[in-house]
């Protein structure tokens, strides 16, 4: 399961144009940096075209995805540290599922939802809580 999900309000999403960074700090404190191709959007099927979870997806960086990527957990949870006024709108659906996420900022966001249009580079921050207690070995 993954994409979207047709239940859920859709969101406004300006997909990129141009190369732009996205840089993730994950749960471990380790910088992934990635070189974000408009022209390979989508990589899979993990969220919405281009959002935070697909490209780290595409790139062998594991983020937490209990639903498959269609809002309807928050176990993607991240923090947007820089950028965050370059990715679309949150819908009323991914809010609810914020509320459910632990460490809440005004930066929040899931990353299945959160979709950069590459007019800045973006940092995130993966909370080091992970409320999906079961994971899949590699």
Known sequence: MGGQNPYIQSSEVHL???????????????EHVIEVDPA????????????I??????????????????????????VV??????????????EDQL???????AQSRLGCQCVPDGSQDI?????AWNRNLAREEH
């Not at 990129?16 to 960074?21: A, N």
């Not at 509320?99 to 900022?105: F, G, I, P, S």
């Not at 940092?123 to 909370?127: A, E, H, Q, S």
Request: aromatic letters at 4%; proline letters at 5%; hydrophobic letters at 25%.
């Open 99 to 105: 509320d459910e996420a632990y460490d809440l900022t």
């Open 123 to 127: 940092v995130i921050d993966v909370p």
């Open 16 to 30: 990129p144009t141009k190369k732009y960074t996205l840089r993730i700090r994950d749960e471990q404190k380790q």
């Open 53 to 78: 979870l697909d490209i780290a997806m595409g790139h062998g960086i594991e983020l937490d995805h209990a639903c498959g990527g269609v809002c309807a957990c928050a176990t993607c949870h991240v």
């Open 81 to 94: 540290r820089q950028g965050l006024d370059t990715c679309n709108e949150s819908t009323d659906d991914e």
């Open 40 to 51: 390979k959007i989508p990589y899979g099927d993990h969220g919405l075209p281009g959002s």
